[in-house]
């Protein structure tokens, strides 16, 4: 027998076993896992469902309740002490439990207790006078109330309760006399309103009278005053209803001018069929109360207008209330001149001179805020439009000539001014049949502020009227002025011309021509050659050709001056036999192909680089050659393709791009002209040329 640790056992025998683990054979996580969290949120859940409830416990024994009275009286006082004694919700329930046990005497000290510590807590009060009365101890009750009114005369719902006490009682004079405690506190609109509405109840009409009399003189509002009115409407005094209107409006004074009174009174008026009464409250209301405390006073107006008046009663209206608007958009903002033009369009439509005048007056005095053109553009439109209304609308000569003058002097003339005033002040100047007075205005703003509109218009009247010495005159200032404007050297020259005064006209351009400094010069020239054109004067035009050459050699000018020398003279009959050498085709055309012969060379000699330009020279050059008429059709040809020869050849290059800080952003592909003078520069040519060639060879193949 094998021996062990204990004598008379076996090994076996005091083996430890453990269990047998358990192999797992699908280790795949479970569809549905459970966290620890959720096994906690289990577990509380089934301990509130569990939850302990202790047994109903029955009192037979007057000695078992005195116990179990004591030992609730001591959990409440331990309560308060340890939890605190300004904590009310205790001393409720402590309060209620004694109540609940019957022991008035023990609930009332409770409540006395607590109100020593919170006098001003309401709820205490009307929880403890709630007890009293619960219970039918009505003078116990009233010892409450008038206590808790008398500590705390500001609130409102403990005079409240007393009153409601007392009238449930059938106690009528002792409600009233707690009214007229409380009213000498004089409390809001409410208290007042709970007063009359007692009287009321017990049809004392005089007695409410009285009260609302009084009412009005603690709180002398428009509330006040508008109850007391329609108190009287319900028994049916009018005149009494009116009267209180009316009082409301003298006693408040300045206070009073408040829409809601003008509005109650109007309204009034209107449900007892005053009509007329009711438009003059609303037109005294609409002049004296201000604007932005008139919006619905307006609205009301408008409705009233629409209903009892006629079309120009609510015409008026309409006015009015768009007037309102517009006052409210220029208060808000006086620069705002579209709304200054807006209500003067208004009042123009209603037709009061005076109130147009004046709204004109009051928008020009509100001035830009900066001497910079930009801020004066719509503002002078309200010195223009004055002006029109009051020549054309109000047929005013002298104060239209006034508001003229006093926008000369608004406007700061060193820094800009307005062509347009100074034109249009001329222009009634001249209606009026005062052409010196024109003249002087004219005068006065070149001298002042010369402007290429007013020379303008300036020389146009001085035309209409055929002086042109005064004219000339002009000019000479103009140019004096702005001796670059080419468009004033051209204006002049053509007037020249249509006094058939052709020398003048020349020396014009010759004196505009010789100026340093033009604004277009192309302008200038052409009108200077298309009138020596227009004279037949073909040297003269070749010789004003060969001085622009000798400025400028654009591309334009040479193919100008080739069309010009291919180009019959405007007076010239082609049909004749007698014809100058010079205006025979053949000439013409050895002319024009010198002309595009000089070009090329010229261009591809000065401009190397103005590749574009050559192209287009060549194509007028072959579309030229194409269309004479003096060669026949062998030399013809032959002079088409000695130009074709002349044309570049069209090829793809790339280039750097380069960005604006000198950075290389990449390669780009351009086209380029390649001229045949230009074949040794490209000795790659060739071989670009053959390989196409056999590219197309083995195409064809």
Request: charged share 35%.
């Amino acid at each position: 027998m094998e021996g062990s640790g204990i004598a008379g056992t076996l090994a076996k025998d005091t083996e430890v076993r453990l269990p047998r683990t358990t192999r797992v054979k699908d280790k795949q996580p479970a569809e549905k896992q459970i966290t620890a969290e959720q096994i906690l949120r289990e577990a509380k859940e089934l301990q509130l469902e569990d939850e302990f409830k202790p047994p109903k416990q029955i009192i037979t024994d007057p000695h078992e309740l005195d116990e179990y009275r004591l030992r609730k009286r001591k959990e409440y006082e331990d309560l308060l002490r340890r939890v605190g004694r300004f904590n009310i919700n205790i001393w409720v329930k402590y309060a209620q439990w004694e109540e609940s046990q019957k022991d008035f005497r023990r609930a009332r000290s409770v409540w006395e207790r607590s109100l020593e510590i919170s006098y001003s807590n309401v709820s205490i009060w009307l929880k403890y006078a709630e007890m009293e009365m619960r219970n039918r101890f009505i003078n116990h009750a009233r010892n409450v109330w008038d206590r808790a009114v008398t500590l705390l005369p500001r609130v409102d719902q403990l005079w409240f309760k007393y009153i409601h006490m007392e009238e449930m009682l059938g106690n009528v004079s002792g409600a009233r006399q707690i009214f007229e405690r409380w009213m000498r506190f004089e409390p809001d609109h409410e208290g007042w309103s709970a007063f009359i509405k007692f009287e009321l109840r017990y049809a004392e009409a005089g007695r409410a009278r009285n009260i609302y009399e009084r009412y009005v003189q603690v709180l002398p509002t428009v509330k006040a005053w508008t109850r007391y009115a329609r108190f009287e409407m319900r028994n049916r005094e009018v005149g009494l209803a009116r009267e209180c209107y009316e009082r409301a409006v003298e006693a408040l004074g300045e206070d009073g001018e408040h829409e809601e009174l003008f509005v109650k009174f109007a309204e009034f008026e209107e449900l007892v069929k005053e009509v007329e009464r009711a438009r003059a409250i609303y037109k005294y209301a609409l002049d004296h109360l201000p604007k932005a405390q008139a919006t619905k006073l307006y609205e009301r107006y408008l409705a009233f207008e629409k209903q009892h008046g006629e079309r120009d009663g609510i015409e008026t209206a309409i006015f009015s209330k768009r007037r309102f608007f517009y006052e409210e958009q220029v208060k808000a903002n006086p620069l705002n001149y579209d709304a200054w033009f807006d209500y003067v369009r208004l009042e123009e439509s209603a037709g009061d001179i005076e109130k147009i005048r004046d709204v004109y007056e009051r928008a020009v005095a509100n001035l830009p805020p900066a001497n910079e053109k930009r801020f004066w553009k719509r503002y002078i439109y309200l010195w223009i439009n004055y002006a029109l209304f009051e020549e054309l609308d109000v047929g005013d000569v002298e104060r239209t000539r006034e508001v003229y003058r006093m926008c000369f002097k608004v406007i700061p003339h060193q820094a800009f001014t307005f062509a347009k005033i100074w034109i249009l002040a001329a222009h009634f100047e001249i209606r009026q049949k005062r052409l010196d007075a024109a003249r002087k205005i004219l005068g006065m703003a070149i001298g002042m502020v010369p402007k290429e509109k007013i020379f303008k218009a300036y020389i146009e009247i001085e035309l209409m009227l055929g002086n042109v010495d005064r004219c000339r005159t002009l000019y000479g200032k103009y140019l004096e002025w702005n001796p670059a404007n080419c468009s004033a050297w051209c204006r002049f020259a053509e007037l020249e011309r249509s006094l058939e005064e052709f020398d003048r006209a020349r020396c014009i351009y010759e004196l505009a021509i010789s100026q340093a400094v033009l604004d277009m010069p192309e302008l200038l020239w052409k009108a200077y050659i298309d009138f020596e054109i227009e004279k037949g004067e073909r040297q003269r035009t070749r010789v004003l050709y060969e001085r622009l050459l000798d400025r400028t050699k654009h591309v334009k000018v040479w193919m100008s001056f080739a069309q010009f020398e291919a180009s019959p003279l405007s007076d010239i009959d082609l049909e004749a036999t007698d014809l100058p050498e010079e205006e025979k085709p053949a000439q013409r055309e050895t002319h024009a192909e010198q002309v595009y012969e000089r070009a090329f060379r010229s261009l591809r000699e000065s401009q190397p680089d103005a590749k574009e330009e050559a192209v287009m020279l060549l194509e007028a050059w072959r579309e030229f050659e194409k269309n004479t008429i003096s060669r026949d059709p062998e030399e013809r040809a032959k002079a088409v393709d000695a130009v074709t020869k002349k044309m570049p050849k069209r090829v793809k290059r790339k280039r750097a791009v380069v960005t604006e800080d000198g950075m290389e952003a990449g390669m780009e592909e351009y086209y380029d002209y390649l001229f045949p003078e230009e074949g040794g520069h490209a000795p790659n040519l060739k071989l670009l040329e053959m390989a196409h060639r056999w590219k197309r060879a083995k195409a064809g193949m």
